[in-house]
């Protein structure tokens, strides 16, 4: 405790500009500057100026000891706006073996921050590090342990291993704790060095502080996403402590914004839902505790959004259950009716990950969904356009293709109109169970036909060539080009499919006058199909049409636009022609010609 009172006190003193003979006003001082620079050239002048005014003194000799930690300090600062200062590493490096315990916390703050794992300078550290481990002052023993996690590489892991495994067992939790830490990070750099001691992550799990159990849930974590099936035991275990910590039996320092634990919760979902994935025995321990969250947890608050959330996820991860699919989407519903971006994003995201299990799901939502895409968050945007892409059906797939197409004409980043333009043509050609009804939907209702027409206006040359290629093809294979004399027939009635239903509907009226059925019908069809001639000779008349969209307008026309009857072939010709002049640099436009 009295070490503890000595760093405040020189804390105090450094805040004041006193002590350490107006070095600390000197710093005080670089901060305001550099915050009232006006430019980004402003500011380097001012830390090139300061780094060379170190480089001097940091050089002297005989420097006392607290005014090179506030060297220290400032050449931290002066890295983390981007600037180096390695000539001041060593003397880094050489306050870590400081007795003092707050110039050794300031050398290894800076050595952390200065040196990578790999820095030729980690060999002076690793010795220091063994030594702090084994000292009777657990705050040293706490800092060496916190810069092993950061500089400790895979060769030197051997060299501490065994000091850090030791002090699993120390009577401090914080050192319980920072050596859960150490022995994680260890088996990210190098998972074959520490096998053999996983065993401990289990043990610590029944730690009788809350701080070392939460520390092991993130190397259980990783574990477990390596190999589920070894930690299935755990499941009743994890479930256990999440219901303590649901009712509050945590201590009330561990509540944040009145939340219990929740980053504790949080992780502990997180665990679960890789646990239940696709095991019904085991999913059916988790089930009570979830819906108790639900019915608990405060939405009041970030914090409990948050919690809410993973359960959504672990929710839609686990084996199904009815009443929690109906809490999660109660949840998911009140973050897409939420006015914040964020919740709104939650609630996209918690919505493509419920529909994969119900796709009923969507529904209720729909309206809700298409509307985020007004919201000016472009995170947003791209996220509800990849669940209108997951949602769409045939009910529902010309709103949101409509609405996708909107929003594509909006944006003026290339790349991803490219994206977009392709997902609604693959949406057009998705939801149609055939290829004479796809034609069909484009004459007759018009929403193929439209969607393609405004795809090739609005996205331009960014449309993958194949998919001009497939609409010809679809439109040819529809009408049937394969056979002379269904040619003649079918490009007069658009296509069987329809020529066959209303065929039926007018018999039955006109009974055996087949004739008059067959001529009625040749009529319908006919200025069906006229809309398509009509509204490609209307769209030549725009300026700066894309060459790809050129492509498709001319060959419809070179193959249908007499077909009907009302436009004669020099005049079809004619209009051609004054396409060709208008492109004469266009090759391509050239040979659909």
């Known amino acids: 405790m009295e070490q503890l009172k000595t760093i405040g006190r ?60 506030e060297y220290i300090i400032r050449l931290v600062y002066a890295e983390m706006l981007g600037h180096d200062a390695s000539f001041g590493y060593i003397h880094a490096v050489k306050m870590t073996h400081d007795d003092s315990l707050s110039l050794k916390r300031t050398g290894y703050l800076a050595v952390t921050l200065f040196l990578s794992d790999d820095h030729d300078l980690i060999i002076l550290i690793v010795n220091t590090i063994q030594k702090d481990l084994r000292s009777d002052n657990y705050l040293i023993v706490c800092a060496a342990l916190t810069a092993a996690c950061k500089l400790i590489n895979e060769e030197t892991i051997p060299a501490v291993l065994p000091q850090v495994v030791d002090l699993l067992a120390h009577p401090k939790e914080a050192v319980r704790k920072k050596a859960v830490m150490a022995l994680h990070r260890f088996y990210q750099r190098s998972p074959a060095s520490v096998s053999h001691l996983i065993s401990n992550f289990r043990k610590r799990l029944c730690d009788n502080d809350p701080g070392v159990m939460g520390a092991t849930l993130c190397p259980l974590f990783d574990l477990i996403t390596a190999d589920v099936n070894s930690y299935k035991d755990l499941v009743i275990s994890f479930v256990s402590i999440l219901k303590q910590v649901a009712e509050r039996r945590l201590p009330k320092a561990y509540d944040y914004h009145q939340m219990a634990a929740p980053f504790i919760q949080i992780k502990l979902l997180k665990i679960l839902a890789l646990l239940g994935s696709g095991d019904k025995q085991a999913s059916g321990h988790i089930y009570n505790v979830l819906g108790d969250i639900f019915r ?28 929690l699919l109906d809490a999660a989407a109660e949840s998911t ?12 994003y939650l609630g996209i995201d918690a919505l493509g990950r419920l529909i994969k299990i119900n796709p009923d799901v969507a529904e209720e939502h729909q309206l809700a969904v298409i509307d985020c895409l007004e919201d000016p968050d472009d995170t947003l945007k791209r ?30 980043d290339n790349h991803y109109k490219t994206e977009i333009a392709s997902r609604c043509v693959e949406l057009a050609e998705q939801f149609a169970p055939s290829n004479q009804w796809f034609i069909q939907f484009s004459v007759s209702n018009n929403f193929t036909f439209q969607t393609m027409n405004k795809v090739f206006e609005h ?19 529809g009408f049937g080009e394969d056979d002379e004399g269904a040619d003649s027939q079918l490009r007069s009635s658009a296509f069987n499919i329809e020529l066959l239903f209303l065929h039926s509907e007018l018999e039955f009226i006109y009974g055996n006058s087949t004739h008059i059925a067959a001529k009625i019908l040749n009529n319908i069809l006919c200025n069906k199909f006229l809309k398509m001639v009509n509204s490609y000779l209307r769209i030549l008349g725009e300026p700066k049409l894309p060459s790809l969209f050129l492509q498709v307008i001319c060959w419809v026309l070179g193959e249908y636009g007499t077909a009907d009857g009302k436009y004669s072939a020099s005049y079809i010709i004619g209009k051609l022609c004054d396409v060709t002049e208008a492109h004469l640099c266009n090759d391509t436009v050239k040979v659909y010609f």
């Open 459 to 477: 996205a331009g040359d960014l449309v993958n060539v194949r998919v001009a290629h497939n609409l010809m093809r679809l439109i040819a294979e």
């Open 296 to 323: 608990k947890c405060e939405s009041s608050s970030n914090i409990g959004n948050a919690v809410l959330y993973e359960c959504i996820c672990c929710v839609s991860s686990i084996y199904p259950n009815a009443k």
């Open 10 to 69: 020189e804390l105090a003193m450094g805040s004041q500009g006193g002590g350490w003979t107006g070095q600390s006003k000197e710093f005080l001082d670089l901060v305001k500057s550099i915050g009232e620079a006006r430019s980004k050239a402003e500011e380097d002048r001012i830390i090139l100026r300061e780094i060379e005014s170190l480089r001097r003194r940091i050089a002297e000799p005989d420097v006392p000891r607290r005014r090179m930690k």
């Open 383 to 412: 996220k509800t356009f990849e669940l209108l892409y997951k949602m769409t059906k045939s009910t529902n797939v010309e709103v949101i293709v409509d609405r996708m197409i909107d929003y594509m004409i909006s944006i003026n």
């Open 333 to 344: 519903s009140k973050f897409l009716k939420s006015e914040s971006h964020n919740l709104k």
